[in-house]
């Protein structure tokens, strides 16, 4: 089994700060890239930035510079450090991971979403 459980959401003015955190766990998988991405209303879900294990990051243009992700490796936790928030990052947040064994990557999974509204 697979789970991913995001926490640290919540409400912060503009130009604020927030860190979200993500807690994986895995059976008979090794957790493989980790990642960030966010919903708005009445759209798709949308990418925001992914880590590997050894530390390769990817970002999003509209966050680069003002987000960065991060990741303990040992403890299947990854973090988004989100800084200089805007409006317009108001979503919903979900955590991502792959796992896999034998040298194949097995499933894509998502955490259940976790709040971050910005106000102006």
Same mark, same amino acid.
């Given at each position: 089994?697979?789970?991913?459980?995001?926490?640290?959401?919540?409400?912060?003015?503009?130009?604020?700060?927030?860190?979200?955190?993500?807690?994986?766990?895995?059976?008979?998988?090794?957790?493989?890239?980790?990642?960030?991405?966010?919903?708005?209303?009445?759209?798709?879900? #949308?990418? &925001?930035?992914?880590?590997?294990?050894?530390?390769? /990051?990817?970002?999003?243009? @509209?966050?680069?510079?003002?987000?960065t992700i991060s990741r303990d490796v040992s403890k299947n936790t990854v973090y988004l450090r989100?800084?200089?928030?805007?409006?317009?990052d108001t979503a919903v947040y979900y955590c991502s991971a792959d796992v896999v064994r034998d #040298?194949? &990557?097995?499933?894509?999974?998502?955490?259940?979403? /976790?709040?971050?509204?910005? @106000?102006?």
């Amino acid at each position: 089994q697979v789970r991913l459980v995001e926490s640290g959401g919540g409400l912060v003015q503009a130009g604020g700060s927030l860190t979200l955190s993500c807690a994986g766990s895995a059976s008979n998988f090794v957790i493989n890239v980790m990642g960030w991405y966010r919903q708005f209303p009445g759209k798709e879900r #949308e990418f &925001v930035a992914t880590i590997t294990r050894d530390g390769i /990051t990817k970002y999003e243009d @509209s966050v680069k510079g003002r987000f960065t992700i991060s990741r303990d490796v040992s403890k299947n936790t990854v973090y988004l450090r989100m800084s200089m928030l805007k409006p317009e990052d108001t979503a919903v947040y979900y955590c991502s991971a792959d796992v896999v064994r034998d #040298e194949t &990557v097995w499933g894509y999974y998502w955490g259940q979403g /976790t709040q971050v509204t910005v @106000s102006s």
